[in-house]
């Protein structure tokens, strides 16, 4: 008796133990959408998140403040450097992509489009959060070590080279790792390539899935 007891109470913190590791998802919702306009008709348009998370109002206010600073350099930039003779139209939202109470991903997406110019700039940038601290994570910090060897500069090549993206003639490989990442519902680590980086405009913003989840 005194034995099945034990193992119940070992199982019980056990329980308790995963249940408490298991944290909940942020909760992620639409913030203020912001609207910058200048005399010759201008605009830039920024709809960017509002996170919270559970228990945790530090984090939360950390992931949200990282957003509110890159609207306000959107916003800097887009009053310094807007031309009064040519109308620019800017636009810049989030999609997230991992959500699941560990790590937070997001992609940072938007476009310029100057008038009369042929076609519009636009861009892909993947942001990571640790959920219960609120920190900014680097892909580095995220790699299982198992998967150390599938992350060199080599093999980041490689993957790139054998994709299905028409790359650029001048393209010879990257000579540096790459910064630009995100998670995927999967965990999986994606590195993203922008406009004419390594590929022609046609070919568009290049998407690496590296095929191995974040630890």
């Known amino acids: 008796m005194i034995k099945q007891k034990f193992l119940m109470a070992v199982c019980s913190a056990l329980l308790i133990g995963s249940m408490a590791l298991a944290a909940s998802p942020a909760a992620v ?6 609207v910058y306009t200048r005399p010759n008709g201008s605009t830039l348009t920024v709809q960017y998140p509002q996170v919270s998370v559970e228990g945790n109002l530090a984090a939360g206010q950390a992931i949200t403040q990282y957003f509110l600073d890159e ?6 930039f887009f009053q310094k450097e807007g031309r009064d003779d040519m109308k620019m139209t800017e636009e810049k939202s989030y999609a ?18 100057l008038e009369g110019a042929a076609h519009p700039t636009s861009w892909k940038t993947g942001v990571t959060f640790d959920v219960q601290t609120g920190q900014r994570l680097n892909w580095q910090d995220l790699i299982r070590p198992q998967d150390a060897k599938d992350f060199t500069l080599k093999r980041i090549n490689n993957k ?22 995100y998670l995927d519902g999967k965990r999986n680590i994606h590195f993203l390539f922008g406009q004419y980086e390594i590929a022609p405009y046609a070919t568009g913003i290049v998407d690496i899935d590296m095929g191995k989840p974040a630890k």
Do not use: W
């Not at 609207?71 to 800097?76: D, V, W």
């Not at 992509?97 to 310029?112: A, E, P, V």
């Open 71 to 76: 609207q306000k350099k959107a916003e800097q």
């Open 160 to 181: 790139i080279t054998l994709s299905a993206y028409k790359l650029s003639s001048y393209f010879n490989g990257l000579t540096e790792l790459p910064s630009n990442y």
């Open 29 to 34: 919702q639409d913030a203020q959408k912001a």
């Open 96 to 113: 997230v992509t991992l959500n699941d109470g560990k790590y937070l991903s997001f992609i940072d997406q938007g476009y310029i489009y």
